[in-house]
């Protein structure tokens, strides 16, 4: 089988930028001519042999980047955006998509952020919004998106976030994460009370009182300490982190800063080093883990997705969590498979049914389109109010990856990997899955003609050609 030729010149570029390097003492230290890393950089000719060893070797750097990054994603956001009506039935083909996402990230980002300005507006307009007609009204990014927009495109990995919790954990040694977390707040001078309460933390920045909710499972009131731990102490770090993340508006910013303090208070409850191997010790074993760190299913889930620290890698897991709608609430990706943007998940995909089967973990094996196999996981995490009338809130999650770190995986023990009549087929959002005999599909694919015969009628009232 030939060798897939690697176009990484968007990466390659930015490699060298960070490394402060001119293109003539990089091509130099890559032992390469100026004109060639030039080609390279521009994806005229792919990364050589040559040239990744190098930067194994010259720079520490992890290769395994060059095959991963951005591109995926902004093909998968730029191929939901082109699916909108707007742009008519002859949407740009799929390879000019994957060239202006390799050569021209920055552009690529552009038109998403544009498209999704269009979108909003034309929601207000279609709403009879009246804050169009307001002076300070303008055209932006919802602080919501922005921010889960950051984290999708930083892989979900924070490292300078990740590192500092992960240090604060080493200092509780043996202890566990749930008996040390008080002690923080101790040490902190800060008193720790736990009341009947609808509010699930409190912090009274006078009396510097932290009250939890007794309603809250014991899991997540340890998780509250280090979220206030991580705002109290290293509020430094996550300024400067907002510093380089450039937020548009206020409000995106502290929207981000809690989604900082919460990636904090996850990866010092689950350090990275210590979450990794037990892990890999595990088989990635949901329930043992949650055990073994006093962690909720869906605390322990969201952590296995973070695990992208250059050099020690865990294994590339999509999580999504979604409510009862299909709505997708939470979503993240270091595999091919991407999610859609605005709208729902796959309906084929099992997290559906995990309402249906509450407190039991649901396994799949699924096909994309593109022919990428995956193991799916997913489960109901549906949480109790604590109180007699209190409402419900009703999630399940979804954890998998590729079919080929099976063998890592204790839910792929005894399903039958090898037959391909067992994956189901799944996409990511209608408009621009290429299934042409979906049984569940809800709008026609925007890239393929119709055939509508009024004389027959099958599942679908037309047929994909």
């Known amino acids: 089988m030939p060798t897939k ?26 032992g390469v001519s100026l004109p060639y890393l030039n080609q390279m950089e521009n994806n005229n000719r792919p990364v050589s042999t040559t040239v990744v060893l190098a930067l194994a070797q010259e720079f520490g750097f992890d290769v395994t980047e060059l095959s991963t990054g951005d591109s995926e994603r902004l093909v998968s956001d730029m191929r939901e955006a082109m699916a909108d009506p707007i742009f008519g039935d002859s949407p740009p083909p799929l390879a000019d998509l994957r060239l202006t996402a390799s050569n021209a ?32 009204s303008r055209l932006q990014p919802s602080p919501w998106d922005e921010v889960r927009d950051f984290f999708h495109y930083c892989d979900n990995y924070i490292d300078a976030v990740d590192r500092a919790a992960e240090h604060a954990a080493s200092q509780a040694g043996q202890r566990p994460m749930r008996l040390y977390a008080p002690e923080m707040l101790e040490k902190a001078g800060i008193t720790l009370r736990v009341a009947d309460s609808d509010r699930l933390r409190h912090f009274d920045t006078e009396a510097r009182t932290l009250t939890l909710s007794n309603r809250a499972a014991p899991e997540t009131q340890t998780f509250q300490i280090l979220l206030q731990i991580a705002l109290l102490q290293q509020n430094k770090l996550l300024e400067a982190t907002l510093d380089f993340a450039r937020f548009r508006s206020e409000e995106a910013r502290a929207i981000a800063k809690i989604g900082l303090a919460n990636y904090f208070a996850g990866a010092a409850l ?52 979604v409510d009862q709608a299909g709505t997708i609430t939470k979503r993240h990706s270091a595999t091919r498979l991407q999610f859609a943007r605005f709208g729902g998940a796959c309906p084929l995909w099992n997290v559906h049914r995990a309402f249906e089967t509450p407190g039991r973990f649901l396994r799949q094996l699924a096909e994309t389109p593109d022919g990428v196999r995956y193991i799916n996981l997913a489960r109901d995490v549906s949480k109790p109010g604590g109180a007699f009338g209190a409402p419900t809130r009703r999630y399940a999650i979804a954890l998998g990856c590729e079919v080929r770190h099976a063998d890592a995986l204790v839910y792929a023990d005894d399903l039958d990997l090898t037959n391909p009549r067992a994956y189901e087929p799944i996409g990511i959002s209608c408009r621009i899955c290429e299934r042409t005999k979906c049984h569940q599909r809800s709008v026609p694919p925007l890239e393929r003609r119709l055939s509508i015969d009024s004389n027959e009628r099958g599942v679908l009232p037309y047929r994909v050609e």
């Open 105 to 136: 990230p920055a552009l690529a980002r552009a038109f998403i952020d544009l498209h999704r300005a269009y979108r909003q507006t034309h929601e207000r307009l279609a709403s009879l919004d009246e804050a169009l007609g307001r002076e300070e």
């Open 270 to 321: 689950m350090p990275y080093t210590r979450f990794l191997e037990a892990a890999q010790a595990d088989r990635h074993d949901l329930e043992r883990l949650a055990t073994r760190f006093s962690a909720s299913i869906e605390q322990v889930a969201h952590r296995l997705s973070t695990l992208q620290r250059p050099g020690a890698k865990g294994i590339p897991f999509f999580f999504v969590r």
């Open 5 to 30: 030729k690697l176009y990484a010149g968007a990466k390659l570029r930015e490699t060298r930028q960070r490394l402060g390097l001119t293109q003539k003492d990089f091509a130099a230290k890559l």
